[in-house]
C-alpha cells in the first residue's frame, strides 16, 4: 500500500484529506505534520474518525516526511507552500500542492497577482494544473500537480464544453460566484468573523480577486486563444459550498439542442460531473459533502443569453476531494476511489 503524508494537516483542507484517506482503500496515511511543538490527537479535528484512531498530527520534520511518504499533500498557505512543495518534488515524491503557488503558468502573473516572488520558477514548466476535466492525461505522468482553486473549478467547469465545443462569444463571460466562509481557510480576519458574515452577504474584490488568471489561463488553454472573463465573487453566510452563476452569449445560429448535448455529453464522460438539464439548477445542499460538480442551464429563444448555474462543495470538488481524485489518476487507481 502506498502512504500519503499531509503537510500543514490542521487546515480546514487537510482535515478533509485525513476524513477521506482514512477510507481510502488503496493508500494509508504517513505523517501529518503542523509547526506545532505540541503533538494534536486528530480526532480533536477530525471527530468523525470516532473512537478507535490514534493517528497524531505532529512538529514537521521533513527528514521524516520523505521517509514515511509516496505522496505528499501540501495544505499551507500561498508563498509557504512554495519552498516545501518544491523540496519534496525534488526528493521524488508526488506532490499535490493545494494552494496557488504552482497553478499560475506565468511567474510574472504570479507576481503581479499575489504580490509575492516566486522562488520556484524552475518547477512551474513540469508542473501540471489537477483539473482532471481538462487536463486528465497530463496528471497521469506529473510528480507536481497544482491542485485548482475552489472559485476556478466550480467557474471553469460550467464553461469548458461551451467553450471546447465553439457554442458561445468568448468575449462575453461575466461569472458572479459566491462562496461560504470556510474558503478563507482557518486563520481569523475581521471579514470573516462571525459577526461580520452572519446574517450579512456582499460582494469583495470585485475585479481584481486572485482567481481571475487562473480562471482566464484554463479557458485559454481550451479555447486555444486568450480569453479574459469578468469575476466578481461574494461571501455567503453558511460554512462550505460555492455557487457560480455564469452569464455567456450564444453564437448565432446555435440552437439550444446543441448546448444541451454538449453538456449531456460532458457530464457523462466526467465522473464528478452532474448535468441537471435546463431549468433545473443546483444547491449547495446537494454537493456539500461530495466531490460533485453540479450544472443546470438556462436560456430562451428571444435573446443569445446562456446562463450557467454550478455549484461544489470548496472543501472537497473544490480543495481535497480534487486532490484525491489527482491522486488516484496519478498512481492508476479507479478515480472515484475514497470519494463517493
Ligand atoms: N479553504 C478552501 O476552501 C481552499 C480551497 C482550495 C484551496 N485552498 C488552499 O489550500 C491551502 C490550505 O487552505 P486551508 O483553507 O485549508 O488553510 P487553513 O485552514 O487556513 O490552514 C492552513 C494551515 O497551514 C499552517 N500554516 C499557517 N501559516 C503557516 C506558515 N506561515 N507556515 C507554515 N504553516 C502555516 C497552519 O497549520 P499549523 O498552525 O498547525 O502549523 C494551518 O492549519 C491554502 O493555500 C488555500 O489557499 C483552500
Redesign the pocket.
Known amino acids: 500500500m502506498l502512504t500519503c503524508s499531509i503537510?500543514?494537516?490542521?487546515?480546514?483542507?487537510?482535515?478533509?484529506l485525513i476524513r477521506l484517506l482514512v477510507r481510502h482503500p488503496h493508500v494509508k496515511i504517513g505523517s501529518l505534520?503542523?509547526?506545532?511543538e505540541e503533538k494534536?490527537d486528530v480526532r480533536e479535528q477530525v471527530p468523525s474518525l470516532g473512537k478507535a484512531s490514534d493517528l497524531v498530527?505532529e512538529k514537521?520534520n521533513f527528514q521524516k516526511v520523505v521517509r514515511n511518504s509516496d505522496v505528499v499533500f501540501?495544505?499551507?498557505?500561498?508563498t509557504?507552500?512554495m519552498k516545501?512543495a518544491g523540496d519534496f518534488y525534488d526528493e521524488d515524491k508526488v506532490v499535490i500542492?493545494?494552494?496557488?503557488?504552482f497553478r499560475l503558468k506565468r511567474a510574472d502573473l504570479y507576481e503581479e497577482w499575489y504580490q509575492e516572488k516566486h522562488t520556484r520558477k524552475d518547477l512551474l514548466k513540469r508542473t501540471v494544473y489537477g483539473l482532471p476535466e481538462v487536463y486528465r492525461g497530463q496528471i497521469k505522468q506529473a510528480n507536481l500537480i497544482a491542485?485548482?482553486?475552489?472559485y476556478p473549478?466550480g467557474s471553469v467547469l460550467g464553461l469548458v464544453p461551451l467553450i471546447k465545443n465553439d457554442l458561445v462569444k468568448r468575449d462575453s463571460i461575466i461569472i458572479d460566484a459566491k462562496?461560504?466562509v470556510?474558503?478563507?481557510?482557518?486563520?481569523l480576519s475581521q471579514a470573516t468573523q462571525f459577526s461580520e458574515v452572519d446574517e450579512n452577504f456582499g460582494a469583495y474584490k470585485v475585479n481584481r480577486h486572485q482567481h481571475t488568471p487562473e480562471i482566464e489561463q484554463t479557458l485559454s488553454d481550451v479555447a486555444l486563444e486568450k480569453i479574459d472573463v469578468t469575476f466578481v465573487p461574494h461571501l455567503l453566510p453558511v460554512h462550505?459550498g460555492i455557487l457560480s452563476t455564469i452569464y455567456v452569449r450564444r453564437k448565432a445560429g446555435i440552437k439550444k439542442d446543441k448546448l444541451v448535448k454538449a453538456f449531456e455529453a460532458f457530464s457523462e464522460q466526467e465522473p464528478f460531473v452532474r448535468f441537471l438539464g435546463v431549468g433545473r439548477f443546483p444547491t449547495l445542499r446537494n454537493v456539500q459533502y461530495t466531490n460533485f460538480c453540479d450544472i443546470g442551464i438556462a436560456m430562451d429563444n428571444h435573446s443569445d443569453q446562456v446562463i450557467v448555474i454550478t455549484a461544489i462543495d470548496?472543501?472537497l470538488k473544490?480543495?481535497?476531494g480534487q486532490a484525491i481524485q489527482n491522486m488516484n489518476i496519478r498512481l492508476g487507481f479507479p478515480e472515484e476511489a475514497g470519494l463517493l
Not at 7 to 16: D, K, V
Not at 33 to 36: E, K, P
Open positions: 503537510i500543514g494537516a490542521t487546515s480546514f483542507t487537510g482535515n478533509e505534520t503542523t509547526r506545532s494534536i498530527i514537521f501540501v495544505t499551507l498557505p500561498h509557504f507552500a516545501i500542492d493545494l494552494s496557488a503557488d491542485n485548482p482553486g475552489c473549478t462562496s461560504g470556510s474558503g478563507a481557510g482557518k486563520k462550505r470548496n472543501l473544490g480543495a481535497s
